[in-house]
């Protein structure tokens, strides 16, 4: 009696299970039957998508490695392209840009001194100094002269003479290094010499340029204008460049799109510049319009899943993009129907 109780109640349960089943799917099948009605009796595609931004979703990261100083936005917030998001602690970026410039400031003042060449008192102190050993020298050669005179009437020893004759030799030495070092003073800078200095010059240039974008870096911006979707760090906390750590995602949403699961048995009927609307059930009967704007060149698995239990979770689908015109507003990321009208004959 009692096992007969049991397999009675059991069958009771299956049966309540199967209605409910086939009752929810012919209320799914109810809902979804009236999409034929704006296209006068036309057939349509339906297909399950979601809202996303024409831009998508972008994460912004730092390109340098480092702790953040502060990150100035909320989600929500409006943002236009190029506004700061984040900033970096920076403080040894702006010494390396301090210390570029001032080496640019040296090299410049080298390649001055190359083509300008020695400044007038130098030109001057180095004629005096060419002057007095000329002067010294004139002296010595006649001492000298006066000296092998005396030599060759005996009135002196020959070793006296070789002294004189040597302190010549030394006068005349010092007389050719004056005129050297005159001669390269006086002398206008050397090709190689003035293209040395001007690669230098090139060079620290281009090192406060690096330095400079270093900075730059240290500064997260907005890649777009849009709006603020996540904000996932704040200011004190580390940001690498080894693993992926978005500061933020941004989107611009001014225009929106919808990211259709096209099933594959209606993949021959779709098209670029098909017109059709999607309804959410956050907004009842409402309909947004808008068209095709880029239909998938590969099946793949669904990426939207319903609710509904007798769902087929196999089947393949083809991504579609329906643009929604302007002028509408809808939450990123809900889930939405869509309904493409046929239009036999036209591709």
Partial sequence: MKRSFYILSAA????????????????HAVKAAPATAPFSGRRVIAAPGRVEAISEEIRVSSELSGRLHSVPVEEGDRVHKGQVLAQLENEDYVARVNEADANLA???????????GARTQERQAAKASLEAAKAVLE?????????????????????????????????????????????????????????????????????????RAYVAKTYIRSPLDGIVLRKFRHGGESVSTQFDSPVVTVADDRSLRVRLDVDEADV???????????????????????????????????????????ERVDTKILETLMELDRGQSLPLGLRVDAYIEERVGER
């Fill in 106 to 116: 040296q090299r410049q003042a080298e390649l001055a001194r190359t083509i300008n």
């Fill in 268 to 310: 021959a009927k779709l098209f670029v510049g098909q017109t059709g609307f999607v309804t959410a059930e956050a907004y009842g009967s409402q309909r947004f319009t808008g068209q095709v704007i880029r239909v998938g060149r590969i099946l793949g698995k669904k990426n939207v899943r319903t609710d509904e239990p007798s």
């Fill in 12 to 27: 009771g349960v299956l049966v309540l299970m199967f209605t409910a089943l086939f009752v929810r799917s012919r209320e």
């Fill in 139 to 211: 002296n010595a050669k006649r001492e000298a002269e006066r000296r092998r005179l005396l030599v060759e009437h005996q009135t002196i020893s020959r070793d006296e003479g070789e002294r004189y004759e040597r302190a010549y030799q030394v006068a005349q030495a010092e007389y050719e290094r004056a005129a050297q070092e005159f001669s390269l003073v006086d002398a206008e800078a050397r090709e190689e010499d003035r293209r040395k200095a001007e690669a230098a010059v090139v060079l620290a240039r281009a090192q406060l340029a690096e330095a």
